[in-house]
């Protein structure tokens, strides 16, 4: 099966087999290994992508439901070569611990950034409760991303 979509604003026609998950069509025929496979079963949000403005769990959705669809993994963040500032305030602030979790998490991140700029520390716990972290650093995840907000406010550098 033939699907057409924009993944990090790049257009892909792509063949692929009608049970074959969207994570697998990122990591295994794209190449994008940046987004993770955890449980393979949409608990633990490693595998978190934004699909037209929402974060999903691309390990719950087959890759021919992604058809027309836009897609930002991780990889999609940089611009020329620059982390982007929640990459960045997640390193700056020590939130990548063993590192498994944190792509899921900063898609998590940046998804709500986007449809709300000035997040309460609150809303930020809610937007990132969807990924599990094993090292336990929400803290610092959520630090990261009140850094993330006075980074952009300034100019997003």
Request: with cysteine.
């Amino acid at each position: 099966m033939l699907i057409q979509l924009i993944i990090n604003q790049i257009n892909y026609k792509v063949d692929v087999e009608p049970n074959m998950r969207l994570l697998d069509l990122l990591r295994d025929k794209l190449g994008l290994i940046g987004t993770k496979e955890g449980c393979g079963e949409g608990e633990c949000g490693a595998c978190t992508v934004i699909m037209d403005g929402e974060s999903i769990n691309s390990c719950m959705v087959m890759a021919f439901q992604a058809n027309g669809s836009n897609i930002t993994t991780i990889e999609g963040l940089e611009e020329n070569g620059e982390l982007h500032p929640i990459q960045k305030a997640y390193m700056e602030e020590g939130s990548v611990q063993c590192g498994f979790c944190i792509p899921g998490m900063i898609m998590s991140t940046k998804a709500l950034l986007d449809k709300h700029p000035n997040p309460t520390r609150e809303e930020i716990r809610e937007g990132v409760s969807g990924n599990l972290c094993r090292c336990t650093g929400y803290n610092k995840a959520i630090n990261a991303a009140q850094k993330a907000i006075e980074i952009l406010k300034e100019g997003g550098k």
